[in-house]
């Protein structure tokens, strides 16, 4: 069998696509905020209701630049069941990650654990909606209003979601996206950042020109290089067009692994959310004792039949040798658990039925 992973990225057609990079080999205005980034901005806007949006050559920068433009000074809550970037734009910013555990149904912040782990320390919640699942937004911002925290949400999972009918642009101080090119939405390279606060906005413009005031000369900050190219916005351009058909060929995916896996004994897959309408980037499924087999045997299963699952999150960020530096990683039991037992099944617009059929029967012994 032909070897399937994980992720495919989407594509649109090739003719869409030169069409639109015929007019670059017009202007020859290849980056900086070039008239495909403006194009996009205003798209984004309006797909996410949102009246200010930055792009960035990835999302890892947009969250970096979001917390140097706060200019925080202290502690910073988040989850250790995350993607690396989470916790390096914490570190990289000179600020201290607080891990905090996860709740064992939707695997987001536990908010209880939360509003425990606030000291005068904190400055500010980073919260992920890991896999496209809402955080529990509500009591997030109620703790953040009590104690004058700032949220910045890593919304890398969740473009293409919405929750109660808005978009996860539309919660917290800032919420970043990836358009990295394993997303359900990508520009090949990139990412992108709601921002509340229209005040932030030039200055979050500028962190990502070096700093550079606009008209040159001069410089007001100690700014990277973060833009993202009229390449990768053209590609942005054409995958937007196209973004509603994909996510409602994932969502045919999801149903079909449901049906086999949904009630099985053992088996835990994504939570029913009320008011959550998915965009389908990710198939996580924990594997309890009670099912025949661990997290590991079953990757094994399915990786002798050329099929390669993935073990997102595992291990956890505060498990990496990168953080062994820190000494209190806090306690963290329920993200261990989830970290030693998930593991995410493919699923991509154009993955095969059949394919999807046969790694539920290799899960459930059936072939
Ligand atoms: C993909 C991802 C990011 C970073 O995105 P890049 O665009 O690759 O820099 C950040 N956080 C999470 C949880 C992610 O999955």
Known sequence: MKKILVTRSSMPPLEEYIEKIKILWESRWLTNEGAFHAELIEKLQKYLNVNHF???????????????????????????????STTNAIVRNGLKPIFCDIDAETWTLDVEKLSSLITEKTVAILPVHVYGIPCNIEEI????????????????????????????????????FSFHATKVFHTIEGGGLSIRDGELVHKIERLRDFGICLGGGDADYIGTNAKLSEFHAAMGLCNLEHLEKEIAKRKACSELYDSYLRGVQGIQIFPDIEGLERNYAYYPVVFHSEFPYNRDEIFEKLKSENIIARKYFSPLISHMHSFSYMEDKGETPVAEYIADHVLCLPIYADLEHDVIEKICKIILDKV
């Open 54 to 84: 930055e792009l960035f050559a990835n999302g890892h920068l947009a969250l970096e630049i979001a917390l140097q433009a706060l200019e925080l000074n202290g502690e910073v809550i988040t989850t250790p069941f995350t993607f690396l």
């Open 141 to 176: 911002e109620r703790l953040a209003a009590e104690h004058g925290l700032k949220v910045i949400y890593d919304a890398a999972h969740a473009f293409g979601a919405r929750y109660k009918g808005r978009s996860f642009a539309e919660f917290g101080d800032m919420s970043m």
